[in-house]
Nanobody, 127 residues
């Protein structure tokens, strides 16, 4: 089994920053995901789950939704099996539950291609 645990969410004023973390673990994780991409998605109430950012195994390739480019930065520490999402210049429209996910192979913006998901962490940006 693979477990993903997000942390770092909270309430912040518009213009502020938050850093989300997602730690992957599990007895089969290392053997199952020797080369895996990680992604962040978000879901606001009444809306679909949207792609936010993704990163390749090496960290050399990163992808962002247009709505967060220049404000969010995804990174990872493979020694810790952890991916991060640094969120700056936050806006009220960034309010959502943020999920991290893992998939074998290349990063993707399609949530259906990710096999394992965390439980989500709430990010609320006040105006």
């Amino acid at each position: 089994q693979v477990q993903l645990v997000e942390s770092g969410g909270g309430l912040v004023q518009a213009g502020g920053s938050l850093r989300l973390s997602c730690a992957a673990s599990g007895r089969t994780f290392s053997s199952t995901f020797s080369n895996y991409a990680m992604g962040w998605f978000r879901q606001a109430p009444g809306k679909e789950r949207d792609f936010v950012a993704a990163i390749s195994w090496s960290g050399g390739n990163t992808y962002y939704a247009d709505s967060v480019k220049g404000r969010f930065t995804i990174s990872r520490d493979n020694a810790k099996n952890t991916v991060y999402l640094q969120m700056n210049s936050l806006k009220p429209e960034d309010t959502a539950v943020y999920y991290c996910a893992v998939r074998r192979g290349a990063p993707s913006s399609l949530f259906r291609l990710y096999k394992y998901w965390g439980q989500g962490t709430q990010v609320t940006v006040s105006s």
